[in-house]
């Protein structure tokens, strides 16, 4: 492949994610004379046979490809390594992923370090805990360059007012009532399991009294969600409750909630991480088994809520910062002083 040529790799099942789109829209301005190219295949199924052909086809795939950029375990360790002209550009998202290797690690400090990123030459990590994470229990191959102290490119974008105030707009289009109301996310991912034959649809929010508590929302707060079982409930509240409550999927990216959040609440380790830049309070909700959730009952039991019925304990009345979530920002964003497209640009046009 020519030098000419970015290649993003996923291969999780992520495709293009946004810290990918954002890089990829960036650089297809700022550098018009490159070319670029993807794969995006997910290597992990159920059939080994296909798996093990998926694996031959990545592998042959970044052993051509001379300037990669990816956000997860997508460079196969088995190919060679980098080239003096080659780059290999990891950006760092706080998927599940790091949190199971930092508790492993703490039940079993003597275990061997991990290769899974050894063939990378750069790393964007994004935050003082994955820069950590990454010296402490990775091996890097000599010419590793980490790009500390710059955010991930979503987390730049996050800062951007201009950007805020579209996807603002965009809300209120949909939500005329949520205009001039301060905004509380919650935003849940996973799929709740399949009912075995014969059993009714499982909703892992029943019981949860959602009148009771937006009884005690004040009405400068506006709720909006991306969950389907939140919605159900709703239903069976007045049409008065449509005042302070939105159902924002399939009508604006869940991505683009963050930029106008005053507080999120989610499950997701790499919606908690993002959003930390903003030092806006974040409550990690359980909603489906995750070693995120694991993590954040450990080492920041305040900002943990075992169910919704824990909601009601969630000080609506102030957005100052308890002391966790001071720390949960910034152990898990760096402050937002340089620009991390800036510097990709420069490593890919150098």
Same mark, same amino acid.
């Given at each position: ?20 789109? $954002? ?22 199924? &159920? ?6 052909? !998926?694996?031959? #086809? ?12 990816? !956000?997860?375990?997508? $460079? ?23 949190? /199971?290797?930092? !508790? ?33 229990? =990775? ?25 805020? #105030? #579209?996807?603002? &707009? ?68 007045? =049409? &008065? ?6 159902? $924002? &999927? /399939? ?11 005053? !507080?999120? $609440? ?5 919606? #908690? ?78």
């Amino acid at each position: 492949m020519s030098k000419n040529i970015i290649s993003f790799v996923s291969t999780r099942g992520r495709d293009l994610n946004s810290d990918l789109q $954002i890089v990829k829209d960036d650089l297809m301005t700022a550098l018009p004379d490159m070319e670029f190219q993807y794969y995006l295949n997910k290597t992990a199924t &159920k059939i080994p046979l296909i798996n093990t052909k !998926m694996e031959d #086809a990545r592998r042959t795939f970044c052993s051509e490809a001379q300037n990669i950029i990816c !956000m997860d375990p997508s $460079i196969p360790i088995k190919i060679p390594s980098a080239s003096e002209n080659e780059t290999r550009l990891l950006l760092a998202s706080p998927f599940d992923y790091q949190f /199971n290797i930092f !508790m492993k690690y703490l039940e079993n400090p003597k275990q061997k370090k991990k290769q899974t990123f050894i063939r990378c030459t750069h790393v964007i990590p994004g935050s003082p805990f994955t820069a950590k994470l990454f010296k402490s229990f =990775y091996e890097w191959e000599d010419n590793i360059t980490f790009l500390d102290n710059i955010p991930l490119p979503i987390s730049w974008d996050l800062m951007q007012e201009e950007k805020r #105030a #579209a996807v603002r &707009k965009q809300l209120e289009f949909y939500y005329p009532q949520a205009k001039g109301k301060k905004i509380v996310s919650i935003l849940l991912l996973g799929q709740k399991p399949e009912p075995e034959e014969g059993e009714d649809s499982v909703n892992l929010l029943e019981g949860f009294d959602l009148k009771n508590w937006m009884d005690s929302l004040d009405d400068d707060w506006f709720l909006i969600t991306n969950n389907w079982d939140m919605v159900e409930i709703s239903y069976q509240l007045p =049409y &008065k409750y449509a005042s302070k409550f939105g159902y $924002i &999927k /399939n009508k604006i990216p869940v991505n683009e909630m963050m930029y106008l959040s005053d !507080m999120l $609440i989610t499950n997701s380790s790499k919606h #908690a991480g993002n959003f930390a830049i903003t030092k806006k309070p974040i409550y990690y909700l359980e909603y489906l088994p995750k070693v995120f959730g694991n993590y954040m009952k450990k080492f920041y039991p305040s900002m943990y809520l075992k169910d919704m019925n824990e909601l009601p304990t969630v000080d609506f009345s102030t957005l100052e910062l308890s002391t966790e979530q001071k720390k949960f920002c910034q152990e898990f964003s760096y402050a937002p002083m340089e620009n991390p497209l800036e510097t990709i640009r420069e490593i890919f046009n150098s």
